[in-house]
């Protein structure tokens, strides 16, 4: 692993420190590209006729399913493209019957948005939804163990925290809601494309993602990875005909056979893909991040963890040789790439010291969720021992203002 060659991958590293892609990362220059010729083959339908070209769209799928399946170590017919992780989750939200006497767990420090696509089907069905408090920035096990009775049907869960970074036990939480027979949901957004999250080592039950963060493809795209032992137990929220087995003479056949009707028992696919939308779709997101993936996949997830973490050693030294004091977990299972820190001074003083990196363009964030959080660091692939040694000179900076 090049870090000076994957730095010149992304040109959005030139004017800047750029340490918040937790919040939207850059796009390397290879996803461009193929956004640029997908751009050119709209302008220009190089195909034979308006249908071969819509056919080729359709299939500008094939490289994201493919490109998820390998970094998750899962297989093709167990993904599912999807918009983003609220579309994800919305998609499960849709599909998991719950009904009154029945409950879900939900921790205290979660981004909204995992909580949010259940609250209008609480009201709606009487299920309670259960939240499980965090003890110093961690959710333990042991805590949604405690949780747990026969009404309990689903475990929501980031697998890393979106305000300290900290990561959870995965293998003990899927032994968790094995043993009482519940779904375990993952938000993976704040992992996948920086920390390895193999699903064949870590078989979760539903795991979704966006593409916007870590995995380098801001372009409204994401995917859904669905275990073979729920995908039948699971209903599909929405049919399209892009959910159907592909007919064996082709789709430009198919639509001119005069004979078919619309109305009809049709073969629809048993795959994960049974629960896209199935119609027109987000063409660039699908060529944005195919090329973004299989550049991650090039070089390796764990070159890139192994990378990202060395960097992270660098940035917690210099932030606590200034006076910061870090929030976020340092124990190794529970680290990740992101780094929150804190002057101690409250709130408002962090947000003044962040007001300070902005006009440097030193470009982090500040986020709380239940008292819990400060200002998050996030490095990656691309960053290096100057950024963050850059960051740590200008909170000294600012401290001896």
Same mark, same amino acid.
């Given at each position: 692993?090049?870090?000076d060659?994957?730095?010149?991958?992304?040109?959005?590293?030139?004017?800047?420190?750029? @340490?918040?892609a $937790?919040?939207?990362? %850059?796009?390397? +220059?290879?996803? =461009?590209? &193929? !956004?640029?010729?997908?751009?050119?083959?709209?302008?220009?339908?190089?195909?034979?006729?308006a249908?071969?070209?819509?056919?080729?769209?359709?299939?500008?799928?094939?490289?994201? @399913?493919?490109? $998820?399946?390998?970094? %998750?170590g899962? +297989?093709?017919? =167990?993904? &599912? !493209?999807?918009e983003?992780?609220?579309?994800?989750?919305q998609?499960i939200a849709?599909?998991?019957?719950?009904?009154?006497?029945?409950n879900?767990?939900?921790?205290?420090?979660?981004?909204?948005?995992?909580?949010?696509?259940w609250?209008? +089907?609480q009201q709606?069905?009487?299920?309670?939804?259960?939240?499980?408090?965090?003890?110093?920035?961690?959710?333990?096990?042991d805590?949604?163990?405690?949780?747990?009775?026969?009404?309990?049907?689903?475990?929501?869960?980031?697998s890393?925290?979106?305000?300290?970074?900290y +990561?959870?036990?995965?293998?003990a939480?899927?032994d968790?809601?094995?043993?009482?027979?519940v779904?375990?949901?993952?938000?993976?957004?704040?992992?996948?494309?920086?920390?390895?999250?193999?699903v064949?080592?870590?078989p979760?039950?539903?795991?979704v993602?966006g593409?916007?963060?870590?995995?380098?493809?801001?372009?409204?795209?994401?995917f859904?990875?669905?275990?073979?032992r729920?995908q039948?137990?699971?209903?599909?929220?929405?049919?399209?005909?892009?959910?159907?087995?592909?007919?064996?003479?082709?789709?430009a056949?198919?639509?001119?056979?005069?004979?078919?009707?619309?109305?009809?028992?049709?073969?629809?696919t048993p795959?994960?893909r049974?629960?896209?939308?199935?119609?027109?779709?987000?063409?660039?997101?699908?060529v944005?991040?195919?090329?973004?993936?299989?550049?991650?996949?090039?070089?390796?997830?764990?070159?890139?963890?192994?990378r990202?973490?060395?960097?992270s050693?660098?940035?917690?030294?210099?932030?606590?040789?200034?006076?910061?004091?870090?929030?976020?977990?340092?124990?190794?299972?529970?680290?990740?790439?992101i780094?929150?820190?804190?002057?101690?001074?409250?709130?408002?003083?962090d947000?003044?010291?962040?007001?300070?990196?902005?006009?440097?363009?030193i470009?982090?964030?500040?986020?709380?969720?239940?008292?819990?959080?400060?200002?998050?660091?996030?490095?990656?692939?691309?960053?290096?021992?100057?950024?963050?040694?850059?960051?740590?000179?200008?909170?000294?900076?600012?401290?001896?203002?």
């Amino acid at each position: 692993m090049n870090p000076d060659e994957i730095r010149s991958w992304f040109p959005g590293t030139r004017d800047k420190v750029f @340490l918040d892609a $937790a919040c939207v990362s %850059l796009l390397p +220059r290879q996803a =461009d590209e &193929a !956004l640029r010729q997908l751009s050119d083959a709209f302008l220009a339908c190089p195909a034979r006729d308006a249908s071969a070209h819509h056919i080729a769209l359709d299939r500008t799928a094939e490289s994201p @399913l493919r490109e $998820a399946a390998r970094l %998750l170590g899962a +297989r093709v017919q =167990d993904i &599912a !493209l999807i918009e983003s992780t609220t579309h994800g989750l919305q998609i499960i939200a849709a599909a998991v019957p719950l009904a009154r006497g029945d409950n879900i767990l939900v921790g205290d420090i979660e981004f909204l948005g995992v909580a949010v696509p259940w609250i209008p +089907r609480q009201q709606r069905d009487g299920f309670e939804i259960r939240v499980v408090a965090n003890r110093e920035g961690r959710l333990r096990v042991d805590d949604f163990a405690a949780a747990i009775d026969a009404g309990t049907r689903m475990i929501l869960l980031s697998s890393v925290q979106w305000n300290n970074g900290y +990561r959870a036990d995965l293998a003990a939480c899927i032994d968790l809601a094995r043993r009482h027979d519940v779904l375990l949901v993952v938000d993976a957004i704040q992992q996948l494309g920086a920390i390895n999250l193999d699903v064949g080592k870590l078989p979760v039950d539903l795991l979704v993602t966006g593409g916007h963060k870590w995995l380098n493809a801001p372009a409204g795209r994401g995917f859904m990875y669905v275990h073979p032992r729920v995908q039948e137990r699971l209903a599909s929220p929405a049919w399209g005909y892009l959910n159907i087995r592909e007919p064996a003479q082709g789709w430009a056949s198919y639509f001119g056979d005069p004979s078919i009707p619309a109305v009809r028992a049709y073969d629809f696919t048993p795959a994960a893909r049974r629960f896209e939308i199935g119609g027109t779709t987000n063409y660039p997101g699908n060529v944005v991040l195919g090329a973004a993936l299989a550049l991650l996949n090039q070089v390796g997830i764990d070159a890139v963890e192994r990378r990202i973490l060395q960097v992270s050693d660098v940035l917690l030294d210099s932030l606590e040789a200034v006076g910061a004091r870090i929030v976020s977990p340092r124990e190794t299972g529970a680290r990740s790439s992101i780094t929150t820190f804190t002057l101690g001074g409250g709130v408002a003083r962090d947000t003044q010291l962040l007001n300070f990196l902005l006009e440097r363009r030193i470009l982090i964030s500040q986020r709380y969720t239940a008292n819990v959080g400060g200002l998050r660091v996030s490095v990656h692939w691309f960053n290096n021992e100057d950024d963050v040694r850059r960051l740590a000179d200008a909170v000294r900076e600012f401290l001896s203002s």
